[in-house]
Nanobody, 121 residues
């Protein structure tokens, strides 16, 4: 099996920063794409940012210039550095990874359980 464990969420004032981490563990052969989604109350889940094994990153327009995604393949970990946070960034943030397990020849999407980011004064 494969597990994704997130950390780093919490309460922060507008303009503040947080760094989310997501570590993948288990029977991993390789990891392709990694990234973060978020779901705000009453809204659909949206893609925030993603990053390829080569480090090519994409992010939604609303976070460009404020959020930075990165990964450490030696640790099977993806990060999301969030600066200049706004109240509208409040959401549950979910990491995901496209993983090939040791016992499989194809890739499967795995998800973390989510971590709450609350931007409020």
């Amino acid at each position: 099996q494969v597990q994704l464990v997130e950390s780093g969420g919490g309460l922060v004032q507008p303009g503040g920063s947080l760094r989310l981490s997501c570590a993948a563990s288990g029977s991993i052969f390789s990891i392709n794409l990694m990234g973060w989604y978020r779901q705000a109350p009453g809204k659909q889940r949206e893609l925030v940012a993603s990053i390829t094994p080569g480090g090519r990153a994409n992010s939604v327009d609303s976070v460009k210039g404020r959020f930075t995604i990165s990964r450490d393949d030696a640790k099977n970990t993806v990060y999301l550095q969030m600066n200049s946070l706004k109240p509208e960034d409040t959401a549950v943030y979910y990491c995901y990874a496209v993983v090939r397990r040791i016992d499989m020849i194809y890739y499967i999407n795995y998800w973390g359980e989510g971590t709450l980011v609350n931007v409020s004064s």
